[in-house]
Nanobody, 123 residues
Framework: VQLQASGGGLVQAGGSLRLSCKAS????????MAWFRQAPEKEREFLAF????????TYGDATKGRFAISRDNAKNTGSLQMYSLEPEDTAAYYC?????????????????WGQGTQVTVSS
């Protein structure tokens, strides 16, 4: 499956953004999906996970209750809604997918990755 992330941009602190991840190439529904981010000189950081049917979600500590993950299997898309953005949220954001995982928070659990979309939050 190929993933295409979009929706990043420049936003002021306190603002919101909605990232999208479009899947193509294979049926999307069997894949669990997650969002990660990576800032310069930092490790890739887990943000959110959603199961193939949307019934299970997990969030990383970095989201602080400000982010919401969702998916629409009929449209082969996933999303990450982000609120109350802070300059510390500035990073490249990646969507990822997998059909099997042991640790949903580990980036090594995901075989398929989007190209990343840049989010920059100004103070």
């Amino acid at each position: 499956v190929q993933l295409q992330a979009s929706g990043g941009g420049l936003v002021q602190a306190g603002g919101s953004l909605r990232l999208s991840c479009k899947a193509s190439g294979r049926t999307w529904s069997p894949y669990a999906m997650a969002w990660f981010r990576q800032a310069p000189e930092k490790e890739r950081e887990f943000l959110a996970f959603i199961s193939w049917n949307g019934q299970s979600t997990t969030y990383g500590d970095a989201t602080k209750g400000r982010f919401a993950i969702s998916r629409d299997n009929a449209k082969n898309t996933g999303s990450l809604q982000m609120y109350s953005l802070e300059p510390e949220d500035t990073a490249a954001y990646y969507c990822a997918a997998t059909t099997a995982y042991q640790d949903r928070r580990a980036h090594t659990s995901y075989e398929y990755w989007g190209q990343g979309t840049q989010v920059t939050v100004s103070s």
